[in-house]
């Protein structure tokens, strides 16, 4: 081989080797950006963990006792949302801030927390995913004394149905006319403020909520009642979904009015008496599904509770739960309080 013939297959070569190695860096270059779409994909599938429903228990001096509750939507992608109940007031508020960044949820809500301070204050919420729960924390921007610590489990379907093979069993009576057995103050420890005068419960003004010692599942409960003067008051099924009991002869039907599932469904009519009247409550409620009938009209058909409410002190939802009565809204008396547990028939 002459010398050019050399210098020709030196050139060659040389040409093939830059060849070679431009290929490898663009298939380096595509591996890595397979990698980056990849990496991309994981971290919006994680996110999407966040996605359902989660019935949240509060470790902690959570105010009042109560469990929260919280839904996601969205997440993973441009159009994530959420809805939340919890501290304070317990209204089912959509979330106006609501981001998910490095793995972790966080939200904020700007409401009025601190009665003795003026203003709003900023409440901040974060959770990060662990074996499938929700753990997080809550504080009041700039107040470390308010930080607590939060679980969300998410919420089971609740299968049962209103499907007319339901038959009731026989008929516990959770107030006997003569006193307040089978009842505790919640929180637990506190002075109740109710008591037992001529076969009638009734309070005391701001007195603490009463929670029943036994615990139900699906039921038909037959309720009599009186409530004051623009009174509020309320009856948690299962210790989970409040019954609103309120003084609103003559209003509109609402979410909050009398008969609604507080915040979540509205009576179809407002069937509700005159303040100082009994009044007469019968629901049933199987799984999610409940029906509420108001002094003779019914006010909710087979509606579909969505999730926990402001009185919620037990959020377990797949567990038999209590009843529990609201005392520290205004005057409120009840002369009967009976249940009827349903079962299926074999």
């Known amino acids: 081989m002459g010398n050019r013939d050399v210098a020709k297959f030196r050139h060659s070569s040389d040409s093939h080797a830059v060849r070679t190695d431009f290929a490898k860096l663009g298939a380096m270059r595509v591996v890595l950006a397979a990698l980056i779409v990849m990496a991309s994909g994981w971290a919006m599938g994680d996110d999407s963990q966040f996605n359902g429903r989660w019935d949240i228990s509060v470790n902690g001096d959570s105010p009042r006792g109560r469990a929260w509750w919280l839904e996601v939507t969205g997440a993973g992608t441009e159009t994530l949302k959420g809805k939340f109940v919890g501290t304070p007031g317990g209204q089912l508020d959509d979330i106006p801030k609501l981001s998910i960044q490095d793995g ?11 009665r003795d301070q003026k203003g709003l204050q900023k409440g901040l919420y974060w959770a990060r995913l662990e074996d499938g729960k929700l753990k997080g924390t809550f504080e009041i921007e700039g107040d470390p004394s308010t930080y607590l610590e939060w679980i969300g489990t998410r919420a089971p379907a609740l ?58 599942f699906n039921f038909d409960l037959h309720v009599e009642y009186s409530i004051g003067a623009r009174a509020n008051s309320g009856i948690g099924l299962r210790g989970r979904y409040e019954l609103q009991l309120f003084d609103d002869y ?44 108001l002094n003779g009209l019914k006010v909710i058909d087979k509606a579909t509770i969505d999730g926990l409410t402001a009185m919620a002190i037990d959020p377990n939802e797949g567990d038999p739960g209590p009843f529990n009565l609201q005392g ?18 074999h």
Request: avoid cysteine; aromatic fraction near 10%.
């Open 104 to 114: 972790e949820l966080r939200f904020v809500f700007d409401k009025k927390y601190l």
């Open 159 to 216: 299968p049962d149905k209103d499907d007319g093979t339901w038959k009731r069993g026989d008929p516990v009576t959770l107030f006997d006319g003569k006193d307040l057995t089978g009842w505790q103050p919640f929180p637990p420890g506190k002075p109740s403020g109710w008591g037992v005068k001529d076969g009638i419960l009734g309070n005391n003004p701001n007195a603490h909520d009463l929670v029943s010692d036994k615990k139900f």
């Open 250 to 293: 003559g209003d509109p039907p609402t979410r909050h009015g009398n008969g609604a599932i507080f915040g979540r469904i509205a009576p179809k009519v407002n069937a509700s008496g005159p303040a100082g009247e009994w009044q007469i409550l019968d629901v049933r409620l199987i799984g999610r599904q409940v029906s509420v009938t």
């Open 328 to 345: 520290d809204l205004g005057n409120v008396e009840f002369r009967k309080i009976v249940v009827y547990p349903l079962v299926k028939p």
